[in-house]
């Protein structure tokens, strides 16, 4: 299975875009989606339009779609909207490509910062954005397209965790040091869950820490707790929610994700950072405005 990874060059491929999106989120309406013309115009206006193409085949297999923007009085970004990898394509670091791809062309627009946003109860995602590409987040969006979102989504609000990539900061170059790695889990958790698997639930969430790094866990894979329970999947949603909500205005960071199996089963936790000037030098925000 190898790849190339490229900007579209035609209209085709904006529309093999349209159709890669229908499929990944099973958006079910020919209506909801990326429409190809817009594509067409941020990729010529300072935009990131990239597909990665099966090198035996041509077909493009997964792509990534972002244009130029900028919050008020915050410094211009790259907004990156959507990528999406076919699922017999995951986890061959496409996706990580891709974004890596994308870093390249801001750096060398001058940008410092890309955004995009993520639903921080599926794991694949939080891994690559918070582990593998080292990015961050500290603010948390609730149900922002309401919960009927194509089959990916369906069941549950859509709420986003957004990230920021600050493309210049140290910590992309360092790699985190195996003191780091053991001193993480010796961090205080947010919750207590008991169970395995689909049925592992939150019993106890604790609001109140204030050690420097805290594990806040999400569940090692939400989709069979979907499948299974909805009620459960729901009560993940809820209680991950007021947990984020609440260290972030204390002034937590969550810094990165780990997941390790544990007794044959994944258990996956975000792990939060208290903020200090050293932190955001390192992350590379000291001085920019978001
Ligand atoms: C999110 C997505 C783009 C990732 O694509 P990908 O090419 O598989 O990503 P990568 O292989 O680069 O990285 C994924 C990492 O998550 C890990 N992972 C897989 N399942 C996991 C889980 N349940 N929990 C934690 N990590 C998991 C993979 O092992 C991999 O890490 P590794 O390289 O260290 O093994 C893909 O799953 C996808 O298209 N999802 C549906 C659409 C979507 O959510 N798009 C993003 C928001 S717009």
């Known amino acids: 299975m190898t790849f190339t990874i490229r900007d579209i060059q035609t209209y085709d491929e904006l529309m093999a875009i349209y159709h890669l999106q229908q499929e990944i989120w099973g958006l079910g309406d020919p209506n909801l989606g990326l429409y190809p013309p817009i594509l067409n115009t941020m990729a010529k206006n300072g935009g990131v339009v990239l597909g990665a193409f099966d090198d035996e ?53 001058g940008l410092s910062l890309m955004t995009w946003t993520y639903d921080p109860l599926e794991g694949p995602n939080a891994h690559l954005n918070l582990h593998k590409l080292r990015a ?7 149900d922002i397209y309401g919960s009927n ?16 990539w600050w493309v210049n900061g140290t910590r992309l170059e360092n ?12 961090s205080p958790p947010v919750f207590e869950t008991k169970g395995e698997g689909t049925t592992r639930r939150i019993i106890r969430a604790d609001l109140s820490l204030d050690a420097n790094t805290l594990l806040l866990e999400t569940p090692g894979d939400i989709h069979p707790i979907k499948a299974a329970d909805m009620e459960l999947a729901l009560d993940w949603r809820l209680k991950v929610r ?10 937590y960071i969550a810094v990165d994700f780990i997941s390790a ?13 208290r903020s200090t000037p050293e932190l955001l030098a390192e992350i590379g925000i000291a001085g920019e405005k978001l």
């Open 175 to 186: 790699e985190p040091d195996d003191e780091y790695e053991a001193e993480i889990w010796d």
């Open 57 to 109: 085949t041509g077909r493009m297999v997964a792509f990534l779609v972002g244009f130029l923007g900028r919050e008020p009085g915050g410094p211009l970004k790259l907004c990156s909207q959507t990528m999406g990898v076919l699922k017999e394509w995951r986890r061959y670091g496409i996706a990580e490509a891709l974004k890596r791809v994308q870093r390249e062309r801001i750096i060398a627009e």
């Open 242 to 251: 007021n947990a984020f909500e609440k260290y972030f205005a204390k002034g």
């Open 136 to 142: 961050i987040s500290r603010t948390y969006l609730c």
């Open 149 to 164: 979102f194509g089959a990916l989504n369906a069941g549950l609000p859509t709420d986003r965790l957004q990230v920021e």
């Open 261 to 273: 199996i544990e007794r044959g089963e994944r258990r996956n936790r975000y792990v939060l950072q």
